[in-house]
């Protein structure tokens, strides 16, 4: 993830994740959903924007 | 001197020697004795006297003869008292009486043990004491006037018992209740009879103990049988040859005693003898010890046997005759079902004949007049036999109880005009009159429609089958409870000796002149039948040669008939198609034959209404060739595109391949029967409204109610005409047409709505859907009806936490009148929609259930931006609260696990190093702690500060 496209959210069954620039290097945040529930579009739209809004 | 009045006692009172009696010598006897005596002699009327202190015996011949018995002549000269020690607790009081106040004493069959044949005889006595005075007027002895009475008193008790076992009142009963019967005549005369046995043979000829009187049954000296061996007594086998045999009964054993202190130490054993047959059994009657076994004891105890024996015997006969009338019952049953299952089998071949000459006699052209004549003969047999089978059905059914009826409250007059009216032709064409008189009655009655045709038309058949002059009346009027209809005719009358048989089943007036020999004898009695479901009576009035009257009385209202057989007022007139063969049979009895065609028969083979290219087309499922073959020239000579099958299977198939328009089908069929097919055709949504109609041989309301229950739109019961079955499919198409056009229009207006549209029955599950709904979930009509869960409910397995919520808001859904809800759902390809629904209950008009009719659209769109609007807000508070980096990142990570409401959020900083390099990042956590191995970050150091408040 580290190495991902910046504000480009990544999915996998049951978690999804987005890397952002940090002052001093990489985030990455990993969001482990409660259930092996689908991350839709619409989850990726939000999870860009809020991760956008963070960095 | 003193006993010359009578030389016969009178020498025996000469020898006494009367010097040792306180009377002294005769010859010094004071006049008064000696005329007392003198008196006492010379009467032939039973006398004795007793005289002076020791009231001394004299006695005159007839008392001798008829009351002294061995006592005589050893009484003459003794003490009255010797004489008569053994009555004299009885006789001495009122001889006493008699001295001491002179009164004369009166007594009437006074019962006394006399000992005077060598044992105490039970013997009977009216008697009168009168005192004898001397010549000082004093009372010094008395006279006895006596007659005996016995044979009187002992005949009229055994009269008596005789009378008793004959005032049975019953006439026959059981072979057990008779003999209870008469033990207990019998018990009541334990004079006689202080006890009887009685036995009967058994098959095996051993002797049951059958009854007792007098005796308990189970008295340790009885024996319950008497084998027919040797161990058996002696008077067994006499009694069973028809012998009376007197037993000896000793003292050894205790017996009953009857009336009397001592037990019987005789008894007689009488065979209980049958009527030319060998004896049935034999009575053992315990004998009275105080009295002889006379000739008119023996004939008492041989009636009572006699009476037994006849009683055993009407028993067994009427037994027999009960046996013999249960099969002769069970053979009618079975000769009812027989009729009732043949009946059924005609009406098969009855079509095939019917049709195809119905056909063949309107064909305007190829026939000619030869052929026509005889078409015309077979058309009207044909009818003739469809009406018997019909009539036969209707008696199978009315005696297997299961007529069923649909009794509905109708103008009476009307009704009967109107049936009258079918016969008017035929009555005209017999140049008798026909007078129809049925003013309008101000009560309803109610009547099966379908019974009261064939009551009025069987009755005017009969009218006109044997009235040759004059005319026939129908005429409806009331009296106080009910409706009264008669219908007389001026025929040949009925003999008074028939009158009693008129409705009797199969019984046909022999030689009676009539206008036709033929006839079932099965009309009148079926017409009875009938009236009386209808809780009415029929009777009839008729004189040889002048005419016969039929009254028929039905009650008003509906009191009589149970609520399950009423049914709304019907509206039809016309008469139904029942009338036609009772008015072609008629005709034919006519001169001239029946030559018109009634109007009801003229079939109409028109084309349907649809064109050419619109050909409607009809599938035939029928398992008889002929039949198919039959049905398919009719339909496709008036028009309609044919195809058939031969089972209901085959035509599910068929049907599914290609929707015909309207099915016919057979009821019995194999494989699949055809209200089997019609629930499966309700079953399928795409076939559910398809119009199916059934054909059957099985008559009768039961069994077309059985066929439109199923489902099916219309019923026909084999035989039925071709103009009727092309009559019902024309009419079920463009019913089913008018249905369709609504039907259509309907699914147009629900398709051009934009929202989704659905309707769901009570149990949740989706049977319609309208295109918007195809397009926002991506599922169709094809796979209606969608069960629950529906497809499109978010996985149980992946997504349990939405999939709950949608269960949780689809049964308020079904439990709700109206609603509201936004629920998460899938599209067929796997993508995730918001939906909001809003919902109403709504009752289906046609099955009353209830049905929720909902609509939703997709708002996706509209969640996400509220939910990114919501989310960025949380956030920005976040970050404007927070002092430092650390500060940021934790919060925000906090806000990202409750947006997704997550199981863990890490926020992984990586310090810039190249990218391979393996750098060991910083974490904060927001949920719960340990590292799953979905993690990417995998083993990151446990030194990382922790940000999440759960860590």
């Given at each position: 993830m580290r190495s991902a496209d910046l504000l480009s959210p990544v999915d996998v069954p049951g978690a999804a994740g987005v890397a952002l620039q940090h002052p001093r290097g990489v985030l990455v945040l990993w969001i482990e959903l409660a259930e092996q529930r689908p991350f839709t579009e619409e989850d990726h739209t939000l999870l860009s924007v809020l991760a956008g809004r963070l960095g | 001197?003193?006993?010359?009045?009578?030389?016969?006692?009178?020498?025996?009172?000469?020898?006494?020697?009367?010097?040792?009696?306180?009377?002294?010598?005769?010859?010094?006897?004071?006049?008064?004795?000696?005329?007392?005596?003198?008196?006492?002699?010379?009467?032939?009327?039973?006398?004795?006297?007793?005289?002076?202190?020791?009231?001394?015996?004299?006695?005159?011949?007839?008392?001798?003869?008829?009351?002294?018995?061995?006592?005589?002549?050893?009484a003459l000269g003794q003490p009255a008292r010797e004489v008569w020690a053994e009555i004299w607790s009885d006789i001495g009081p009122r001889i006493d009486s008699v001295l001491t106040t002179g009164n004369a004493t009166w007594d009437e069959g006074l019962m006394l043990f006399l000992e005077r044949s060598g044992y105490p005889e039970e013997t009977y006595h009216t008697f009168s004491y009168s005192p004898l005075r001397d010549e000082d007027a004093d009372v010094v002895g008395m006279l006895c006037v006596v007659s005996e009475d016995t044979d009187r008193v002992i005949g009229a008790r055994r009269m008596a018992t005789l009378r008793d076992l004959g005032s049975d009142p019953s006439v026959v009963r059981t072979e057990a209740q008779m003999l209870h019967f008469v033990a207990e005549q019998l018990d009541g005369n334990p004079y006689d009879l202080p006890f009887t046995l009685t036995y009967l043979f058994g098959d095996d000829g051993d002797a049951q103990l059958a009854g007792v009187s007098g005796i308990e049954r189970d008295h340790p000296v009885i024996a319950q049988t008497l084998p027919a061996n040797r161990s058996s007594p002696a008077f067994v086998s006499m009694a069973a040859h028809g012998e009376s045999v007197l037993i000896q009964l000793g003292d050894s054993r205790p017996l009953p005693t009857g009336a009397w202190d001592t037990q019987p130490e005789q008894a007689l054993v009488v065979p209980l003898l049958q009527h030319g047959d060998a004896p049935v059994g034999f009575l053992i009657a315990g004998l009275n010890r105080h009295r002889p076994l006379d000739d008119s004891y023996r004939g008492f105890v041989e009636l009572v046997a006699g009476y037994i024996g006849a009683g055993v015997s009407s028993a067994r006969s009427y037994r027999t005759q009960q046996q013999r009338a249960d099969e002769l019952a069970e053979l009618d049953r079975a000769k009812t079902t027989f009729f009732s299952n043949i009946s059924h089998e005609f009406r098969t071949p009855l079509t095939l004949i019917l049709g195809p000459l119905d056909d063949l006699r309107h064909r305007p052209t190829g026939v000619d007049e030869q052929a026509r004549r005889e078409l015309e003969l077979a058309h009207r047999n044909g009818l003739r036999l469809a009406k018997l089978v019909n009539t036969l059905l209707d008696f199978s059914r009315i005696q297997a109880g299961r007529m069923q009826s649909q009794f509905q409250p109708v103008d009476l007059s009307a009704v009967t005009v109107e049936l009258a009216s079918v016969f008017r032709s035929a009555i005209d064409r017999a140049g008798l009159s026909f007078t129809v008189d049925c003013p309008p009655l101000d009560e309803p009655v109610y009547l099966d429609r379908d019974m009261w045709e064939k009551v009025v038309l069987n009755l005017l058949s009969n009218a006109l089958k044997f009235t040759f002059d004059g005319g026939i009346t129908v005429r409806v009027g009331r009296d106080d409870t009910g409706a009264v209809v008669t219908i007389t005719d001026t025929g040949i009358g009925v003999p008074a000796t028939e009158m009693p048989r008129l409705f009797e089943r199969f019984h046909r007036i022999e030689n009676a002149r009539s206008r036709s020999s033929e006839g079932s004898g099965i009309g009148l009695a079926l017409v009875r039948e009938?009236?009386?479901?209808?809780?009415?009576?029929?009777?009839?009035?008729?004189?040889?040669?002048?005419?016969?009257?039929?009254?028929?009385?039905?009650?008003?209202?509906?009191?009589?008939?149970?609520?399950?057989?009423?049914?709304?007022?019907?509206?039809?007139?016309?008469?139904?198609?029942?009338?036609?063969?009772?008015?072609?049979?008629?005709?034919?009895?006519?001169?001239?034959?029946?030559?018109s065609t009634p109007a009801s028969a003229v079939p109409t083979l028109s084309a349907p209404a649809a064109g050419a290219d619109d050909r409607s087309r009809v599938l035939i499922a029928d398992d008889n060739a002929d039949m198919r073959e039959y049905l398919t020239n009719l339909l496709r000579s008036a028009g309609y595109e044919v195809r058939e099958v031969t089972d209901g299977q085959q035509a599910l198939e068929a049907i599914r391949a290609q929707l015909p328009d309207l099915v016919i089908s057979d009821v019995m069929m194999p494989a699949l029967g055809g209200l089997e097919l019609v629930a499966a055709l309700r079953n399928d949504p795409r076939t559910s409204a398809l119009p199916v109609l059934l054909l059957s041989a099985r008559a009768g309301q039961e069994a077309s109610i059985e066929g439109l229950q199923a489902g099916a739109d219309d019923y026909l019961v084999k035989p039925f005409a071709a103009a009727e079955l092309l009559a019902r499919v024309r009419a079920n198409l463009e019913l089913a047409r008018l249905r369709n056009h609504h039907a259509r229009w309907?699914?147009?207006?629900?398709?051009?709505?934009?929202?989704?549209?659905?309707?769901?029955?009570?149990?949740?599950?989706?049977?319609?859907?309208?295109?918007?709904?195809?397009?926002?979930?991506?599922?169709?009509?094809?796979?209606?009806?969608?069960?629950?869960?529906?497809?499109?409910?978010?996985?149980?397995?992946?997504?349990?936490?939405?999939?709950?919520?949608?269960?949780?808001?689809?049964?308020?859904?079904?439990?709700?009148?109206?609603?509201?809800?936004?629920?998460?759902?899938?599209?067929?390809?796997?993508?995730?929609?918001?939906?909001?629904?809003?919902?109403?209950?709504?009752?289906?008009?046609?099955?009353?259930?209830?049905?929720?009719?909902?609509?939703?659209?997709?708002?996706?769109?509209?969640?996400?931006?509220?939910?990114?609007?919501?989310?960025?807000?949380?956030?920005?508070?976040?970050?404007?609260?927070?002092?430092?980096?650390?500060?940021?990142?934790?919060?925000?990570?906090?806000?990202?696990?409750?947006?997704?409401?997550?199981?863990?959020?890490?926020?992984?900083?990586?310090?810039?190093?190249?990218?391979?390099?393996?750098?060991?990042?910083?974490?904060?956590i927001a949920g719960e702690p340990s590292s799953g191995p979905s993690s990417p970050i995998g083993n990151a150091t446990a030194s990382s500060r922790c940000a999440a408040p759960t860590c």
């Open positions: - | 001197v003193v006993f010359r009045a009578d030389d016969e006692v009178g020498v025996d009172l000469a020898a006494v020697d009367w010097a040792s009696t306180p009377l002294g010598v005769p010859e010094d006897w004071p006049q008064s004795l000696r005329t007392a005596v003198n008196i006492l002699l010379s009467s032939r009327f039973s006398m004795w006297m007793a005289w002076g202190p020791d009231l001394t015996f004299l006695c005159n011949a007839a008392y001798r003869r008829d009351t002294l018995g061995s006592k005589y002549p050893w009938l009236v009386g479901l209808h809780g009415g009576t029929i009777t009839a009035a008729s004189h040889e040669g002048v005419g016969t009257t039929f009254t028929i009385r039905v009650p008003f209202g509906a009191a009589h008939l149970s609520d399950d057989d009423l049914a709304p007022p019907d509206t039809r007139v016309t008469p139904g198609v029942v009338g036609e063969p009772y008015v072609q049979e008629a005709l034919r009895w006519l001169p001239g034959g029946a030559t309907r699914t147009a207006l629900v398709d051009s709505l934009q929202e989704a549209f659905f309707v769901c029955d009570e149990r949740g599950a989706v049977v319609e859907i309208n295109t918007a709904f195809t397009e926002m979930l991506g599922y169709g009509t094809e796979g209606l009806p969608y069960e629950p869960m529906h497809p499109w409910w978010p996985d149980i397995d992946t997504d349990q936490e939405f999939h709950r919520l949608v269960e949780t808001e689809f049964l308020d859904l079904l439990q709700s009148q109206q609603g509201a809800f936004t629920i998460p759902v899938t599209h067929k390809d796997g993508h995730r929609l918001w939906i909001a629904v809003t919902f109403n209950r709504a009752d289906d008009p046609e099955t009353g259930r209830a049905v929720m009719v909902g609509t939703f659209r997709d708002v996706t769109a509209e969640r996400y931006s509220v939910l990114r609007t919501t989310a960025l807000g949380a956030l920005n508070q976040q970050l404007a609260q927070a002092d430092a980096l650390d500060d940021a990142l934790r919060g925000a990570v906090g806000e990202l696990q409750r947006v997704w409401q997550a199981r863990r959020v890490l926020a992984a900083t990586f310090p810039a190093a190249a990218n391979s390099e393996p750098v060991t990042p910083t974490l904060a």
